[in-house]
């Protein structure tokens, strides 16, 4: 066997660029997680898996571990602080988690209980999250803050809110909402406190570039901005005003496009002090980036800075622009939430056995008996016998030549099923043949680089990709995925990754790998009767609430773990994933009523003597089952 080291499969699956220093592989070859970068702590997740199965906590199972989003919360809040003291700036910095990010309420729980010592308050985008806000605050005290569209009654929320003890900030997104907010406050005599998002001409980069610029869906124009003032000032309200707003867009991967908006905004706030605005707030809204892809580059699933640079570029450049306009600098608030949640949730499911080398006939053996052989599957045979290195390039195009000959031949009736079925036999055997020999030629010939494609092999995993990273479907999104054992072995087997909806998107065909992205993942060849597991990672930021119901399959069961000193780990709170009547209900099925008129259509049966009495209640027991159970693949 091939000598291989966990660090050729940390190398392979570039896990020491994106894990930062969460992720590691431990002796056994098993993926480990731990509580802070460089953490000598560490939980080995197969174990965990196993202990879990043990709990008869079923695969998929979303893995939340609370230490890492404590850690992920504190690093920010010290990034800034350190920034803070290194530039000599003379105000606060404080943190809003934005909870459209992740609004589990056990996560948004935790957040607030442990963020309390750094201050952090919640930013909220909408009715519903509003209410959720006002629910964790209530208690903790935690400030809010109001972005997104907003009608007389989200207003009047915040307006008793507000008046009840509430520290909410109602940002105005635009110049009617400005109008609506002053006539409710006028009629209930609450003054609110004000933001004012503006509309920034700088833009970001990536896939939600579009979020900032003119043509920004958010956020007031300059013009509009003096209209606001000229508003407020009639209504003798421009002393609500306390803080200014800008967003450019999630996931900025390059820090010279934070930096001109950064200007920008402080621009703006030292001009709004300047117009008698007593500001005392720039709150510079999402944006911070997650390395994905660990390529360090400005590509999408990437940032090209670290949070360190984020932090002292946010500071440096605000400092140096209140310090030219001679105007006091600003407490400063950033909304950070990919970067705070993306690394502490782990999907982990078993793949679906994909060996089916044993359920295959001998097709050498179909193939000698075969008394009339087809043209084209003997020219595919002698290939078969005679390829060799220097007739590569040749036999690999007659090969693609003469498969291809096959399909037409078969559909025009000149092919049988069998001759078919033994094309493409040979065919897989040609290609391996293939793979043997370019794997040792160096170089490659440039046809033959990507030729592990025709070697990829489909694992079927245990998962819905809509359901649990609809973000690698709806836009691309990179996530770094890897086996979770075996990792001192060398993987045999290029896969793609397919999930178990019945839609042929709901495939991963593209991979965090050595060189950036790849078209193939490598894993091992499964053993019998081996639970043969995958994680997903850092997909804690945005997945979970845009996951969706395609084909029923529901929610995974999400394990809340923390670190122990004595017991290596503890099991906080297991939530039980949804179980098929939650998904059909969604769909306005109600499970008792399904289960009558299936009884109903039964006792016909059974009278008719087509089914016994027993056949009958195995059949509703097992639909009972169905029911209760969960949405995903067993045994
Ligand atoms: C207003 C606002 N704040 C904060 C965020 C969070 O952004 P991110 O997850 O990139 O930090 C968003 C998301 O796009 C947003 O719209």
């Not at 900025?252 to 008698?276: C, F, H, P, S, W």
């Not at 390395?291 to 400005?298: M, Q, T």
């Not at 009339?372 to 390039?393: C, E, G, H, M």
């Not at 979770?484 to 709901?506: E, F, H, W, Y």
Request: glycine share 6%; charged share 25%.
């Amino acid at each position: 066997m091939e000598r291989w080291s966990i660090n050729d499969s940390a190398k392979i699956y570039n896990l020491d660029n994106w894990g930062a220093d969460l992720f590691s592989i431990n002796k056994k070859g098993n993926m480990c997680v731990h509580p802070s970068s460089n953490s000598k702590q560490s939980i080995d997740l197969r174990a965990l898996m196993d202990d879990l199965i043990k709990r008869k906590i079923k695969p998929p199972v979303l893995l939340r571990f609370m230490d890492v989003l404590q850690g992920r919360i504190a690093s920010i809040s010290r990034v800034f602080k350190s920034a803070i003291q290194e530039n000599d700036y003379p105000a606060k910095y404080q943190t809003f988690y934005p909870i459209k990010v992740n609004q589990q309420r056990q996560v948004v729980e935790a957040i607030a209980s442990y963020g309390k010592r750094y201050n952090i308050g919640l930013e909220v985008g909408s009715k519903p999250e509003l209410v959720a806000g006002i629910s964790i605050s209530t208690g903790n005290g935690l400030p809010i803050i109001c972005n997104g569209y907003k009608d007389a009654e989200y207003i009047e929320t915040v307006l008793y809110a507000t008046k009840i003890g509430y520290d909410i900030t109602l940002v105005v997104e635009k110049l009617f909402e400005l109008e609506k907010i002053i006539e409710l406050s006028k009629k209930t005599g609450i003054m609110p406190k004000l933001g004012i998002r503006v509309k920034l001409s700088s833009k970001g980069t990536g896939k939600w570039a579009t979020s900032g610029g003119e043509d920004a869906k958010f956020g007031l124009r300059m013009s509009e901005i003096i209209a606001a003032i000229r508003m407020l000032e009639e209504q003798e309200m421009l002393p609500c005003v306390k803080l200014l707003h800008s967003h450019i867009g999630s996931q900025i991967t390059k820090i010279d496009k934070i930096k001109t908006a950064l200007i920008e905004a402080a621009r703006v706030y030292t001009e709004m002090r300047k117009l008698g605005v007593g500001i005392e707030y720039l709150d510079i809204g999402g944006g911070l980036g997650v390395d994905y892809d660990g390529s360090k580059s400005s590509y999408f699933s990437s940032v090209n800075y670290t949070i360190e640079e984020y932090a002292n570029d946010v500071i440096y450049q605000i400092k140096n622009i209140c310090d030219e306009a001679g105007v006091e600098c600003p407490n400063i608030i950033s909304e950070s939430g990919r970067a705070t949640v993306a690394h502490y949730s782990v999907l982990v499911t078993n793949v679906l056995n994909t060996n089916t080398q044993n359920l295959m006939p001998d097709f050498e053996e179909m193939l000698a008996q075969s008394e009339k052989v087809a043209p084209t599957v003997r020219k595919l045979q002698d290939i078969f016998k005679s390829i060799d290195r220097y007739s590569l390039r040749e036999d690999y195009h007659d090969t693609l030549q003469l498969i291809s000959e096959a399909v037409s031949l078969f559909n025009l009736g000149y092919l049988t099923l069998n001759d078919r079925a033994i094309a493409e036999w040979l065919y897989s055997k040609i290609i391996k043949k293939i793979n043997g020999i370019v794997e040792k030629t160096k170089p490659i010939p440039e046809e033959l680089q990507n030729f592990q494609l025709h070697m990829r092999q489909t694992y079927f995993a245990n998962f819905s990709l809509f359901q649990s990273i609809p973000d690698s479907w709806a836009i691309d999104q990179l996530f770094p995925i890897m086996p979770i054992q075996r990792l001192n072995q060398k993987p045999d087997v290029m896969a793609s990754i397919a999930d178990i909806t019945c839609d042929s998107d709901g495939e991963i065909t593209s991979f965090v790998g050595e060189n950036g992205r790849a078209k193939s993942l490598p894993l091992h060849k499964i053993k019998k009767d081996e639970e043969y597991y995958i994680g997903f990672f850092l997909i804690g930021a945005y997945q979970e609430i845009l996951g969706d119901l395609h084909n029923l399959f529901g929610d995974t069961n999400a394990v809340h773990i923390t670190f122990n000193k004595k017991t290596g780990y503890m099991i906080d709170t297991v939530i039980n994933g949804d179980a098929t009547w939650e998904t059909l209900k969604y769909v306005q099925y109600k499970g008792p009523e399904i289960l009558k008129r299936v009884r109903d259509n039964l006792e016909k049966s059974v009278a008719s003597r087509k089914t016994s009495i027993e056949e009958s209640s195995h059949f509703i027991e097992l639909l009972d089952r169905t029911l209760l159970g969960y949405t995903y693949l067993g045994e």
